[in-house]
């Protein structure tokens, strides 16, 4: 492989690439191909440790962990892998010499849209985090040929646009064909005696779809660790098709080659809901099962006997997406590898840990037993065993009582329970945060951690501070290098060197010159790419996350109109003008979260128009919500709107990098938000509203009544006059009032009211502001990815870290 190391070398190389990749000399070249020569460079240039890292880990035959997730939420990969192999610096200034700047180079490349949210997000993070700390881990999953949707505003409202993300192809990737592997749908299962009497298994006249892996490479911090994210595309397979034809059914073998196709063809749309749909569970079993196969075939060839896979091989799975790698890998032990029930188990069990995500009750997946019977018929077998064996257990030791069994079962009220598979079928269930840990002990999973108290344990959530500081916010790194060196870089605890600073007048000071600074760039670009005019000496106070009810949008905006209600009454308010940033996707089914958005450029497009609030108050929705746009946000930012209602955003991540970037928290008690008070205290962040368990109690007890405080609190009714602007809102007014407003936004209004006057009074207190500013980046180095990933590498993977 021709690979470059000096600037010439790069030159040289550049050049010659131009040439074979579009015939081109360098002058003629766009932007995107100039984007795609380098990333190729790039690949060339790390493939050499790529081969070598996994020469490394078979050779030693090193414990690996394999990290199954329907989501990988990558974001751009130029910076981040320029930043680790080390080379943004000569790169850019080659370019230079060509006449191009890298800063017009990192737009061209589309963000790969693999996710939702927090939990995809979660996991990109987690495999930069594996790389940097020399863990032998790889990532799983699908290759979505279209991602999340492209989200447009017209008239105020979310219109879905396909995002054709691989439109141009995807420069990181190579196809392994020779890797393939075919994975088994529908067909007849059923046990008979074999040789010697044993029970085997037959599965028959299935159809097959062939799992084509596409290789990733995942680079660590400047140290030659070269790990994989394997995405697996679906394809039909020509001998399953004319199998078909051979009956002269054309019509089956075309329904055949479709649905295979389809697999990976979306990704879903929806965020922490389930989504009930056959292609989903389709999808589900097709990277479990692919990925699986791949695993064992290396690790025979590696490793030696299936008796000891648990020895060598961790599986994690990231929510109960990929929970079928339990019945999978027993399918395997047994059926392919020839081992009895009880040494599969063992294995199996040994094997996978479990991360839950969500307590929302209809986030919880369950699939109608005829559905997965008649898709994965043997895969049904095993799940059907496994809850023979397991509710045999809960019998003998509660003889008799039925509602025991009820409670934990698998299989139950003809539908599969992912949930209760993940934790029966795992050595290792976490939660998010302490917080969400603890409710799953006490609330959700409860009868399962009264059987396996030992399973259950908490990894806080965290980001990688390599992307979500250094990458996006250069001027603070330059700060913080300056102030405290750059050991940080390498341990992100050590941030707390930096607190001491925040007494310290002239570090403040250039501290609030770098956030000026990037309110400054944000203004800019948004005002040439969206035409959107900001005062960047306003006060930038942003809420960027998924759409949703309970993450309470309407909170925020409710809030606002009631500000804007005060200024039309009283134009001479002395209030510090403040800016509310709004960024986020609604599912498309999601009627609510999409009103929402329209409520929200309402409220923009009246305050817009009034000069009375103009001068001091304004509104913007962003389009488009996605990583890159985050990496312009969160440097910007001086409020972090957090404000779920508590109990129910199991962790959120979003919060961790507006602290990395010396945002204030305004929060409630929720997900890692407590983690974040606890490390910053009151002093630093502002807590409102109702805690965790005063709204378990209230749910306990029927709810509150909201008409209550609707018919008491003028301001309360003065706030919700604006959902009488547009009928449709009516829906949002009924939801707040008629159903008794399920997520406490009204309830919590008045402490949300209070909350933001003390934001404001802070403010208005520069000195204190940037001390606490100071204080929350000096903290965030607890929420570094590393340190989670360092947590699950020691307690539940028993993983260590190997030097290439
Ligand atoms: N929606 C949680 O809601 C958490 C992430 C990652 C979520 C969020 O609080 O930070 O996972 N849950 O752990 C699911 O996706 C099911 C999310 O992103």
Same mark, same amino acid.
């Given at each position: 492989?021709? *690979?470059?190391?000096?600037?010439?070398?790069?030159?040289?190389?550049?050049?010659?690439?131009?040439?074979?990749?579009?015939?081109?000399?360098?002058?003629?070249?766009?932007?995107?191909?100039?984007?795609?020569?380098?990333?190729?460079?790039?690949?060339?240039?790390?493939? #050499?440790?790529?081969?070598?890292?996994?020469?490394?880990?078979?050779?030693?035959?090193?414990?690996?962990?394999?990290?199954?997730?329907?989501?990988?939420?990558?974001?751009?990969?130029?910076?981040?892998?320029?930043?680790?192999?080390?080379?943004?610096?000569?790169?850019?200034?080659?370019?230079?010499?060509?006449?191009?700047?890298?800063?017009?180079?990192?737009?061209?490349?589309?963000?790969?849209?693999?996710?939702?949210?927090?939990?995809?997000?979660?996991?990109?993070?987690?495999?930069?985090?594996?790389?940097?700390?020399?863990?032998?881990?790889?990532?799983?999953?699908?290759?979505?040929?279209?991602?999340?949707?492209?989200?447009?505003?017209?008239?105020?409202?979310?219109?879905?646009?396909?995002?054709?993300?691989?439109?141009?192809?995807?420069?990181?990737?190579?196809?392994?064909?020779?890797?393939?592997?075919?994975?088994?749908?529908? /067909? @007849?299962?059923?046990?008979?005696?074999?040789?010697?009497?044993?029970?085997?298994?037959?599965?028959?006249?299935?159809?097959?779809?062939?799992?084509?892996?596409?290789?990733?490479?995942?680079?660590?911090?400047?140290?030659?660790?070269?790990?994989?994210?394997?995405?697996?595309?679906?394809?039909?397979?020509?001998?399953?098709?004319?199998?078909?034809?051979?009956?002269?059914?054309?019509?089956?073998?075309?329904?055949?080659?479709?649905?295979?196709?389809?697999? &990976?063809?979306?990704?879903?749309?929806?965020?922490? *809901?389930?989504?009930?749909?056959?292609?989903?569970?389709?999808?589900?079993?097709?990277?479990? &099962?692919?990925?699986?196969?791949?695993?064992?075939?290396?690790?025979?060839?590696?490793?030696?006997?299936?008796?000891?896979?648990?020895?060598?091989?961790?599986?994690?799975?990231?929510?109960?997406?990929?929970?079928?790698?339990?019945? +999978?890998?027993?399918?395997?032990?047994?059926?392919?590898?020839?081992?009895?029930?009880?040494? &599969?188990?063992?294995?199996?069990?040994?094997?996978?840990?479990? *991360?839950?995500?969500?307590?929302?009750? +209809?986030? =919880?997946?369950?699939?109608?037993?005829?559905?997965?019977?008649?898709?994965?018929?043997?895969?049904?077998?095993?799940? #059907? +065993?496994?809850?023979?064996?397991?509710?045999?257990?809960?019998?003998?030791?509660?003889?008799? %009582?039925?509602?025991?069994?009820?409670?934990?079962?698998?299989?139950?009220?003809?539908?599969?329970?992912?949930?209760?598979?993940?934790?029966? /079928?795992?050595?290792?269930?976490?939660?998010?945060?302490?917080?969400?840990?603890?409710?799953?002990?006490?609330?959700?999973?409860?009868?399962?951690?009264?059987?396996?108290?030992?399973?259950?344990?908490?990894?806080?959530?965290?980001? *990688?501070?390599? $992307?979500?500081?250094?990458?996006?916010?250069?001027?603070?790194?330059?700060?913080?290098? !300056?102030?405290?060196?750059? !050991?940080?870089?390498?341990?992100?605890?050590?941030?707390?060197?930096?607190?001491?600073?925040?007494?310290?007048?002239?570090?403040?000071?250039?501290?609030?010159?770098?956030?000026?600074?990037?309110?400054?760039?944000?203004?800019?670009?948004?005002?040439?790419?969206?035409?959107?005019?900001?005062?960047?000496?306003?006060?930038? !106070?942003?809420?960027?996350?998924?759409? @949703?009810?309970?993450?309470?949008?309407? =909170?925020?905006?409710?809030?606002?109109? @009631?500000?804007?209600? %005060?200024?039309?009454?009283?134009?001479?308010?002395?209030?510090?003008?403040?800016?509310?940033?709004?960024?986020?996707?609604?599912?498309?089914?999601?009627?609510?979260?999409?009103?929402?958005?329209?409520?929200?450029?309402?409220?923009? $497009?009246?305050?817009?128009?009034?000069?009375?609030?103009?001068?001091?108050?304004?509104?913007?929705?962003?389009?488009?919500?996605?990583?890159?746009?985050?990496?312009? =946000?969160?440097?910007?930012?001086?409020?972090?709107? %957090?404000?779920?209602?508590? &109990?129910?955003?199991?962790?959120?991540?979003?919060?961790?990098?507006?602290?990395?970037?010396?945002?204030?928290?305004?929060?409630?008690?929720?997900?890692?938000?407590?983690?974040?008070?606890?490390?910053?205290?009151?002093?630093?962040?502002?807590?409102?509203?109702?805690?965790?368990?005063?709204? %378990?109690?209230?749910?306990?007890?029927?709810?509150?009544?909201?008409?209550?405080?609707?018919?008491?609190?003028?301001?309360?009714?003065?706030?919700?006059?604006?959902?009488?602007?547009?009928?449709?809102?009516?829906?949002?007014?009924?939801?707040?009032?008629?159903?008794?407003?399920?997520?406490?936004?009204?309830? #919590?209004?008045?402490?949300?009211?209070?909350?933001?006057?003390?934001?404001?009074?802070?403010?208005?207190?520069?000195?204190?502001?940037?001390?606490?500013?100071?204080?929350?980046?000096?903290?965030?180095? @607890?929420?570094?990815?590393?340190?989670?990933?360092?947590?699950?590498?020691?307690?539940?993977?028993?993983? !260590?870290?190997?030097?290439?």
């Amino acid at each position: 492989m021709r *690979t470059w190391k000096t600037k010439k070398e790069f030159k040289k190389l550049f050049i010659e690439k131009a040439e074979v990749l579009f015939e081109k000399n360098v002058k003629e070249l766009s932007h995107r191909e100039v984007y795609q020569i380098i990333a190729t460079m790039i690949k060339d240039l790390v493939s #050499d440790d790529w081969i070598q890292t996994e020469k490394i880990y078979n050779h030693k035959r090193v414990r690996q962990v394999y990290y199954f997730s329907i989501e990988f939420l990558l974001g751009r990969l130029l910076n981040t892998n320029l930043l680790n192999c080390d080379m943004e610096e000569l790169c850019r200034s080659a370019l230079q010499d060509f006449g191009f700047d890298l800063e017009d180079i990192f737009p061209e490349e589309p963000d790969p849209g693999l996710g939702n949210g927090g939990l995809g997000r979660l996991a990109a993070c987690y495999i930069d985090s594996m790389a940097a700390l020399q863990l032998p881990g790889h990532g799983c999953s699908i290759r979505y040929q279209y991602g999340l949707f492209d989200q447009r505003i017209i008239d105020g409202q979310q219109v879905e646009l396909p995002d054709a993300w691989l439109r141009n192809g995807f420069p990181w990737e190579i196809k392994k064909s020779d890797k393939a592997v075919d994975v088994r749908f529908g /067909g @007849h299962a059923y046990m008979r005696p074999g040789k010697g009497g044993a029970l085997v298994c037959v599965h028959e006249q299935y159809n097959t779809v062939r799992a084509v892996p596409y290789d990733v490479p995942v680079l660590g911090y400047q140290n030659r660790t070269v790990n994989t994210l394997r995405l697996w595309k679906a394809e039909y397979t020509r001998e399953n098709m004319y199998g078909q034809l051979r009956y002269g059914d054309y019509r089956k073998a075309l329904q055949y080659k479709d649905q295979a196709q389809q697999i &990976s063809r979306f990704l879903y749309p929806n965020d922490s *809901t389930y989504e009930g749909r056959k292609l989903r569970l389709m999808q589900e079993y097709f990277f479990v &099962s692919a990925g699986l196969q791949s695993i064992m075939r290396h690790y025979k060839k590696h490793y030696g006997s299936p008796k000891l896979f648990d020895r060598y091989i961790a599986l994690h799975i990231n929510d109960t997406h990929p929970a079928l790698i339990i019945p +999978e890998l027993m399918r395997i032990l047994m059926d392919e590898e020839g081992l009895s029930w009880e040494d &599969s188990w063992r294995i199996t069990t040994n094997s996978v840990a479990y *991360t839950n995500h969500t307590i929302l009750p +209809e986030a =919880l997946e369950r699939w109608s037993i005829p559905m997965f019977q008649e898709l994965l018929p043997r895969i049904f077998l095993i799940v #059907d +065993e496994i809850n023979r064996r397991w509710l045999e257990a809960v019998q003998q030791r509660f003889p008799g %009582q039925e509602d025991k069994a009820r409670e934990v079962a698998i299989l139950w009220n003809n539908q599969v329970h992912m949930a209760s598979l993940a934790v029966v /079928g795992s050595h290792s269930v976490n939660g998010v945060a302490k917080l969400h840990s603890e409710i799953l002990k006490i609330n959700t999973l409860k009868p399962f951690y009264t059987w396996f108290p030992e399973r259950f344990n908490n990894k806080t959530n965290g980001v *990688t501070h390599r $992307r979500w500081l250094i990458e996006s916010n250069p001027q603070l790194t330059e700060l913080i290098c !300056d102030t405290i060196g750059k !050991d940080w870089v390498h341990a992100p605890e050590k941030l707390l060197a930096l607190e001491p600073f925040g007494n310290d007048a002239a570090f403040r000071e250039r501290l609030a010159e770098v956030k000026q600074k990037r309110k400054e760039i944000l203004a800019e670009y948004l005002h040439k790419e969206r035409n959107i005019t900001l005062n960047p000496h306003s006060i930038f !106070d942003i809420q960027i996350k998924r759409m @949703h009810m309970y993450k309470r949008q309407l =909170l925020n905006i409710l809030h606002v109109y @009631h500000l804007y209600r %005060q200024l039309v009454e009283n134009p001479g308010m002395d209030i510090i003008p403040r800016t509310f940033i709004f960024g986020g996707k609604a599912a498309a089914s999601y009627g609510e979260a999409k009103i929402t958005i329209q409520l929200i450029n309402t409220v923009a $497009r009246l305050i817009d128009q009034d000069y009375r609030a103009a001068r001091k108050l304004k509104v913007v929705f962003l389009e488009n919500y996605n990583v890159s746009l985050g990496q312009k =946000l969160f440097p910007a930012a001086d409020v972090s709107e %957090q404000i779920s209602t508590a &109990s129910k955003e199991a962790s959120g991540t979003g919060n961790m990098k507006f602290m990395f970037n010396g945002a204030i928290t305004l929060g409630t008690m929720d997900g890692a938000n407590v983690e974040i008070h606890q490390e910053v205290g009151d002093e630093h962040s502002v807590i409102f509203g109702l805690r965790a368990d005063e709204v %378990q109690r209230y749910y306990q007890e029927g709810g509150y009544s909201s008409w209550d405080i609707y018919n008491s609190d003028a301001d309360v009714r003065r706030a919700l006059e604006v959902l009488e602007e547009n009928p449709m809102f009516g829906q949002l007014r009924e939801a707040l009032l008629d159903r008794n407003d399920e997520f406490f936004v009204l309830k #919590d209004f008045k402490s949300y009211c209070a909350a933001q006057q003390e934001i404001e009074r802070r403010y208005r207190d520069t000195e204190g502001w940037f001390r606490s500013s100071t204080v929350n980046i000096a903290h965030a180095g @607890h929420f570094s990815s590393d340190r989670s990933i360092q947590e699950y590498a020691d307690e539940i993977w028993n993983l !260590d870290a190997v030097k290439i």
